[in-house]
T-cell receptor
Framework: EAQVTQNPRYLITVTGKKLTVTCSQNMNHEYMSWYRQDPGLGLRQIYY???????DKGDVPEGYKVSRKEKRNFPLILESPSPNQTSLYFC??????????????FGSGTQLSVL | AQTVTQSQPEMSVQEAETVTLSCTYDTSENNYYLFWYKQPPSRQMILVIRQEAYKQQNATENRFSVNFQKAAKSFSLKISDSQLGDTAMYFCALRHDYKLSFGAGTTVTVRA
Protein backbone atom coordinates (compact mmCIF):
# COMPACT_ATOMS: atom_id res chain seq x y z
CA GLU A 1 0.00 0.00 0.00
CA ALA A 2 1.30 3.43 -0.98
CA GLN A 3 1.78 5.46 2.15
CA VAL A 4 3.69 8.02 4.14
CA THR A 5 4.55 6.76 7.62
CA GLN A 6 5.25 9.10 10.49
CA ASN A 7 6.40 8.14 13.94
CA PRO A 8 5.52 8.65 16.68
CA ARG A 9 1.86 9.67 16.50
CA TYR A 10 2.00 11.31 19.91
CA LEU A 11 4.99 12.67 21.78
CA ILE A 12 5.31 14.53 25.05
CA THR A 13 8.72 15.91 25.90
CA VAL A 14 10.41 18.60 27.96
CA THR A 15 12.09 21.81 26.92
CA GLY A 16 15.58 21.30 25.55
CA LYS A 17 15.48 17.54 25.04
CA LYS A 18 16.44 16.74 21.46
CA LEU A 19 13.93 14.73 19.49
CA THR A 20 13.43 13.34 16.00
CA VAL A 21 10.17 12.70 14.20
CA THR A 22 10.63 10.15 11.46
CA CYS A 23 8.96 10.16 8.06
CA SER A 24 9.21 7.46 5.44
CA GLN A 25 7.47 6.97 2.08
CA ASN A 26 7.33 3.86 -0.11
CA MET A 27 6.37 5.51 -3.41
CA ASN A 28 9.83 6.56 -4.63
CA HIS A 29 8.80 10.21 -4.49
CA GLU A 30 11.43 12.87 -5.08
CA TYR A 31 9.65 15.60 -3.13
CA MET A 32 9.05 15.49 0.61
CA SER A 33 8.02 18.22 3.04
CA TRP A 34 7.12 19.01 6.65
CA TYR A 35 4.27 21.15 7.96
CA ARG A 36 3.03 22.24 11.33
CA GLN A 37 -0.64 22.84 12.05
CA ASP A 38 -1.77 25.33 14.67
CA PRO A 39 -5.31 26.53 15.47
CA GLY A 40 -6.21 29.64 13.52
CA LEU A 41 -3.08 29.42 11.38
CA GLY A 42 -3.71 26.37 9.24
CA LEU A 43 -0.70 24.39 8.05
CA ARG A 44 2.62 26.11 7.55
CA GLN A 45 5.54 24.68 5.62
CA ILE A 46 8.68 24.09 7.70
CA TYR A 47 11.15 22.51 5.26
CA TYR A 48 10.99 20.70 1.97
CA UNK A 49 13.29 18.50 -0.06
CA UNK A 50 13.35 18.25 -3.84
CA UNK A 51 15.54 15.16 -3.84
CA UNK A 52 18.30 13.39 -1.94
CA UNK A 53 20.70 15.87 -0.31
CA UNK A 54 18.61 18.83 -1.55
CA UNK A 55 16.58 20.69 1.07
CA ASP A 56 15.26 24.22 1.49
CA LYS A 57 13.46 26.33 4.07
CA GLY A 58 9.75 26.82 4.10
CA ASP A 59 7.92 29.60 5.91
CA VAL A 60 8.72 28.61 9.51
CA PRO A 61 12.11 26.84 9.63
CA GLU A 62 13.43 28.34 12.88
CA GLY A 63 14.18 25.72 15.51
CA TYR A 64 14.02 22.79 13.10
CA LYS A 65 16.51 20.75 11.09
CA VAL A 66 16.02 18.18 8.38
CA SER A 67 18.15 15.79 6.39
CA ARG A 68 17.56 13.76 3.25
CA LYS A 69 20.24 11.11 3.02
CA GLU A 70 17.96 8.55 1.40
CA LYS A 71 15.08 9.07 -0.97
CA ARG A 72 12.50 7.38 1.25
CA ASN A 73 13.30 9.11 4.57
CA PHE A 74 12.97 12.73 5.66
CA PRO A 75 13.32 13.10 9.44
CA LEU A 76 12.44 16.30 11.29
CA ILE A 77 14.85 17.18 14.09
CA LEU A 78 14.20 19.51 17.00
CA GLU A 79 17.58 19.99 18.65
CA SER A 80 16.29 22.05 21.58
CA PRO A 81 12.49 21.97 21.64
CA SER A 82 10.59 24.85 23.20
CA PRO A 83 6.92 25.12 24.23
CA ASN A 84 6.10 27.22 21.15
CA GLN A 85 6.89 24.15 19.05
CA THR A 86 3.93 22.32 20.56
CA SER A 87 1.91 21.53 17.46
CA LEU A 88 0.53 18.92 15.09
CA TYR A 89 3.14 17.97 12.52
CA PHE A 90 2.59 16.46 9.08
CA CYS A 91 5.01 14.96 6.64
CA UNK A 92 4.03 14.71 2.97
CA UNK A 93 5.47 13.51 -0.32
CA UNK A 94 4.68 13.62 -4.00
CA UNK A 95 6.09 12.75 -7.37
CA UNK A 96 7.44 15.61 -9.42
CA UNK A 97 7.44 16.33 -13.14
CA UNK A 98 4.69 17.03 -15.68
CA UNK A 99 3.90 13.37 -16.31
CA UNK A 100 2.41 12.88 -12.86
CA UNK A 101 -0.73 14.25 -11.26
CA UNK A 102 1.36 15.59 -8.41
CA UNK A 103 -1.01 14.51 -5.68
CA UNK A 104 0.44 15.19 -2.24
CA UNK A 105 0.38 12.19 0.10
CA PHE A 106 0.23 13.05 3.80
CA GLY A 107 1.29 11.08 6.82
CA SER A 108 -1.08 10.57 9.74
CA GLY A 109 0.41 13.39 11.80
CA THR A 110 2.46 13.66 14.99
CA GLN A 111 1.00 15.54 17.94
CA LEU A 112 3.94 17.03 19.84
CA SER A 113 3.69 18.62 23.27
CA VAL A 114 6.72 20.38 24.72
CA LEU A 115 6.43 21.07 28.45
CA ALA B 1 5.35 35.75 -0.91
CA GLN B 2 2.06 33.97 -1.33
CA THR B 3 -0.87 34.03 1.07
CA VAL B 4 -4.19 32.25 1.40
CA THR B 5 -7.15 33.67 3.33
CA GLN B 6 -10.22 31.82 4.52
CA SER B 7 -12.55 34.32 6.15
CA GLN B 8 -15.12 31.88 7.52
CA PRO B 9 -13.87 30.07 10.64
CA GLU B 10 -17.04 27.97 10.97
CA MET B 11 -20.04 27.05 8.87
CA SER B 12 -23.07 24.91 9.53
CA VAL B 13 -25.33 23.27 6.96
CA GLN B 14 -28.35 21.02 7.01
CA GLU B 15 -27.93 17.56 5.57
CA ALA B 16 -28.73 17.47 1.81
CA GLU B 17 -28.30 21.22 1.43
CA THR B 18 -25.50 23.19 -0.22
CA VAL B 19 -22.70 25.13 1.42
CA THR B 20 -20.05 27.36 -0.14
CA LEU B 21 -16.66 28.00 1.42
CA SER B 22 -14.71 31.10 0.51
CA CYS B 23 -11.02 31.37 -0.23
CA THR B 24 -8.96 34.25 -1.55
CA TYR B 25 -5.27 34.20 -2.27
CA ASP B 26 -2.44 36.42 -3.30
CA THR B 27 0.51 35.54 -5.48
CA SER B 28 2.64 37.30 -8.06
CA GLU B 29 3.08 34.09 -10.03
CA ASN B 30 1.08 33.15 -13.11
CA ASN B 31 1.46 29.39 -12.92
CA TYR B 32 0.21 27.79 -9.75
CA TYR B 33 -2.14 25.16 -8.42
CA LEU B 34 -5.03 25.54 -6.01
CA PHE B 35 -6.40 22.85 -3.74
CA TRP B 36 -9.08 22.12 -1.21
CA TYR B 37 -8.20 19.63 1.50
CA LYS B 38 -10.54 18.01 3.99
CA GLN B 39 -9.43 17.12 7.52
CA PRO B 40 -11.96 15.01 9.46
CA PRO B 41 -11.58 14.38 13.20
CA SER B 42 -9.17 11.54 12.36
CA ARG B 43 -6.68 14.33 11.39
CA GLN B 44 -6.01 12.72 8.03
CA MET B 45 -5.48 15.21 5.21
CA ILE B 46 -7.65 14.29 2.22
CA LEU B 47 -7.46 15.99 -1.16
CA VAL B 48 -10.92 17.09 -2.21
CA ILE B 49 -10.27 18.93 -5.46
CA ARG B 50 -7.48 20.63 -7.38
CA GLN B 51 -7.37 23.37 -10.00
CA GLU B 52 -4.56 24.38 -12.34
CA ALA B 53 -4.41 28.15 -12.69
CA TYR B 54 -3.97 27.99 -16.47
CA LYS B 55 -7.28 26.12 -16.86
CA GLN B 56 -10.34 28.32 -17.09
CA GLN B 57 -12.80 25.48 -16.60
CA ASN B 58 -13.83 24.99 -13.00
CA ALA B 59 -12.91 21.63 -11.50
CA THR B 60 -15.59 19.27 -10.21
CA GLU B 61 -15.40 16.03 -8.24
CA ASN B 62 -18.78 14.44 -7.65
CA ARG B 63 -20.59 16.68 -5.12
CA PHE B 64 -17.66 19.09 -4.86
CA SER B 65 -17.09 21.93 -7.28
CA VAL B 66 -15.09 25.12 -7.33
CA ASN B 67 -15.62 28.62 -8.60
CA PHE B 68 -12.21 29.80 -9.76
CA GLN B 69 -11.95 33.52 -10.51
CA LYS B 70 -8.34 34.11 -11.45
CA ALA B 71 -8.56 37.87 -11.88
CA ALA B 72 -10.20 38.24 -8.49
CA LYS B 73 -7.86 35.64 -6.95
CA SER B 74 -10.81 33.76 -5.55
CA PHE B 75 -11.28 30.00 -5.23
CA SER B 76 -14.49 28.98 -3.49
CA LEU B 77 -15.64 25.42 -2.80
CA LYS B 78 -19.25 24.33 -3.13
CA ILE B 79 -20.42 21.18 -1.41
CA SER B 80 -23.75 20.00 -2.80
CA ASP B 81 -26.13 17.52 -1.18
CA SER B 82 -24.17 17.73 2.07
CA GLN B 83 -23.70 14.49 3.97
CA LEU B 84 -22.87 13.84 7.62
CA GLY B 85 -19.49 12.50 6.50
CA ASP B 86 -18.63 15.93 5.10
CA THR B 87 -18.26 17.25 8.66
CA ALA B 88 -14.60 18.29 8.83
CA MET B 89 -12.20 21.18 8.63
CA TYR B 90 -11.52 22.35 5.08
CA PHE B 91 -8.30 24.00 4.01
CA CYS B 92 -7.69 26.01 0.88
CA ALA B 93 -4.10 25.78 -0.40
CA LEU B 94 -1.93 27.39 -3.06
CA ARG B 95 1.16 25.80 -4.57
CA HIS B 96 3.80 27.40 -6.72
CA ASP B 97 6.92 25.41 -7.47
CA TYR B 98 7.94 23.76 -4.20
CA LYS B 99 6.14 26.16 -1.86
CA LEU B 100 2.71 25.25 -0.50
CA SER B 101 0.64 27.71 1.55
CA PHE B 102 -2.58 26.97 3.41
CA GLY B 103 -5.43 29.06 4.71
CA ALA B 104 -6.47 28.98 8.36
CA GLY B 105 -9.28 26.55 7.66
CA THR B 106 -13.08 26.48 7.83
CA THR B 107 -14.84 24.04 10.14
CA VAL B 108 -17.93 22.65 8.45
CA THR B 109 -20.62 20.94 10.52
CA VAL B 110 -23.37 19.04 8.74
CA ARG B 111 -26.55 18.78 10.84
CA ALA B 112 -28.85 15.78 10.58
Amino acid sequence: EAQVTQNPRYLITVTGKKLTVTCSQNMNHEYMSWYRQDPGLGLRQIYYSMNVEVTDKGDVPEGYKVSRKEKRNFPLILESPSPNQTSLYFCASRQTGPRFNEKLFFGSGTQLSVL
Amino acid sequence: AQTVTQSQPEMSVQEAETVTLSCTYDTSENNYYLFWYKQPPSRQMILVIRQEAYKQQNATENRFSVNFQKAAKSFSLKISDSQLGDTAMYFCALRHDYKLSFGAGTTVTVRA
